[in-house]
């Protein structure tokens, strides 16, 4: 790849492969492994985090609309992908077409599918999504039998799993977690009970893999952990993820400003002594929220230095000591490490008051990446 700009990502794909292994290993060898690549693999790429994944040993892919979906299979992806949505009934010829299967969430929507499917010829595969709790996608637990009932009259479509999503996984032990599984091992039972085949049973996301083993059933779903950042505090103690994004910017300008000089939109950060000022060429429009303005440090000679001034969209400043050295072409760590320092996408997160996914769908907007 030519470099095009002074800002830019590095995307460590042994690290995605290390890590599928790892989170795979926690799960009993029946258990599947779905590597969730959506919104472009958490910013990561959506391509090569999701063949690195296969070659990894994940069976299957999962993704939230339709335009991923397509996506995968154009770039030759031939793996189970199922659309972790349900589809608009505009977009169901396209799903039939390429072989993604999808959510389903209601009757109404099977029909529509069904019909879809008949008109090309083929069966759709859809996975029933139950609200064990969290109230956002899903039928009742009491209400999947007579749903799957009436389904199964349905020519051209066949039901290939059925799944839940925590709301508190990320938080261990947790009480209403437990009752999630609970009510999702009764539905489960009540559709065996009923004659009916649930197919892949599946419920964890990243943080139900690492702390939940009672939630793995058939299949996992992990999405953040496959690209090294843990769910939530409570992960890191019990397992050893590799982070997989790093992104570094190259001093375009530097100077020395005085005693009581203000920088950047509004003056808001005001020199304490003479110092030195950097700036590199990435900013909110790359993922740095301006939220994060003057609470965020990157690494500098491998040393954490200040950020300070609001982020710009393109641009961004750094103060450090005058006598330092840095000149405008050395590289800065804005994600990674140098020497024995590091600075993380959580560390990011925290300054902005947001969670570490937010940022890495944000970093993965306009940087180019560079794949190792
Ligand atoms: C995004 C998503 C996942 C993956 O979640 P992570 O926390 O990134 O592992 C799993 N299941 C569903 C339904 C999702 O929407």
């Known amino acids: 790849m030519t470099k095009r700009r002074d800002a830019w990502a590095e995307i460590d794909l042994e690290a995605v492969v290390h890590n599928v292994r790892t989170l795979n290993a926690l799960t009993p060898a029946t258990t599947q ?3 969730v690549v959506k919104a472009n693999a958490e910013g990561h790429g959506a391509h090569p985090v999701a063949k690195a994944a296969l070659h990894a ?29 349900q589809p608009p009934k505009t977009a169901l010829d396209e799903v039939v077409d390429r072989d993604l299967a999808v959510t389903a969430t209601t009757i109404d929507f099977l029909y529509e599918l069904a019909g879809a499917a008949q008109l090309g010829g083929k069966v759709a595969r859809y996975h029933l999504k139950l609200n064990t709790g969290m109230n956002r996608l899903g039928v009742r637990p009491t209400e999947a039998v007579t749903l799957l009932q009436e389904a199964a009259s349905l020519g051209a479509i066949t039901l290939e799993g059925v799944f839940t ?3 508190t996984a990320d938080i261990e032990g947790d009480w209403d977690a437990g009752n999630q599984v609970t009510l999702f091992d009764t539905a489960i039972r009540s559709i065996r009970d009923a004659g009916i085949d649930p197919g892949i049973v599946h419920a964890a996301n990243s943080a139900a893999t690492i702390l939940m083993p009672e939630a793995h059933y058939d299949m996992v779903r992990c999405g953040i952990a496959v690209v090294g950042l843990q769910p939530s505090k409570h992960t890191a103690r019990v397992v050893n993820l590799k982070p997989v994004m790093s992104v570094y910017a ?3 300008f530097d100077h020395e400003i005085g005693i009581g000089e203000g920088v950047g939109y509004g003056l808001d950060w005001v020199s304490g002594k003479p110092c030195s000022i950097l700036t590199l060429p990435i900013g909110y429009a790359d993922g740095i929220p301006r939220a994060a303005s003057g609470k965020m440090e990157v690494l500098v000679v491998g040393k954490r230095a200040k950020q300070v001034g609001r982020v710009c969209m393109d641009q961004m400043m750094v103060a450090i000591d005058k006598n330092v050295g840095v000149v405008a072409g050395d590289t800065c760590v804005i994600v990674g490490t140098q020497a024995d320092e590091a600075v993380t996408i959580d560390d990011i997160a925290s300054a902005a008051g947001t ?3 937010e940022i890495a769908c944000a970093l993965g907007r306009r940087l180019e990446r560079a794949y190792l």
């Open 355 to 357: 969670i570490n996914y």
């Open 250 to 252: 190259n001093v375009v």
């Open 33 to 35: 492994f779905m590597a």
């Open 165 to 167: 999503h925590f709301a």
């Open 57 to 85: 040993g994940a069976h299957s892919l999962g993704v939230a609309t339709v335009g991923e979906g397509v996506d995968l299979r154009d770039a030759g992806i031939e793996a189970p992908i199922l659309i972790l949505n």
